[in-house]
Nanobody
Framework: QVQVVESGGGLVQFGGSMRLSCAAS????????MGWYRQAPGKQRELVAT???????NYAESVKGRFSISRDNGKNTAYLQMNSLQPEDTAVYYC?????????????WGQGTQVTVSS
């Protein structure tokens, strides 16, 4: 059974930094891509950053230059380093892990972790 568990999150001041971690387990195929999405109150869930097993990162325009995603393939763990945080970054952050078998992909989500940036 695949599990995706986030850690980190909490309250941080404007301009501060925070790191989120995401540990995925339970897939004999490993995880092709891992990523972070976020959902603010009243808004749709949006992509923040993703990284493939080949370590090719992809970022939303709003976080480029401030956030950095990395992963430890041996541990199936992804990290999101967030710097220069702004109140607009306040949201529930969700980790996504994709299992890919051939051309078929299956996505698994964590329970989410709250990030609140105070102004």
């Amino acid at each position: 059974q695949v599990q995706v568990v986030e850690s980190g999150g909490g309250l941080v001041q404007f301009g501060g930094s925070m790191r989120l971690s995401c540990a995925a387990s339970g897939s004999i195929f490993g995880f092709y891509a891992m990523g972070w999405y976020r959902q603010a109150p009243g808004k749709q869930r949006e992509l923040v950053a993703t990284i493939t097993k080949g370590e090719s990162p992809n970022y939303a325009e709003s976080v480029k230059g401030r956030f950095s995603i990395s992963r430890d393939n041996g541990k199936n763990t992804a990290y999101l380093q967030m710097n220069s945080l702004q109140p607009e970054d306040t949201a529930v952050y969700y980790c996504n892990a994709e299992v890919r078998v051939g051309t078929a992909g299956m996505n698994y989500w964590g329970q989410g972790t709250q990030v609140t940036v105070s102004s």
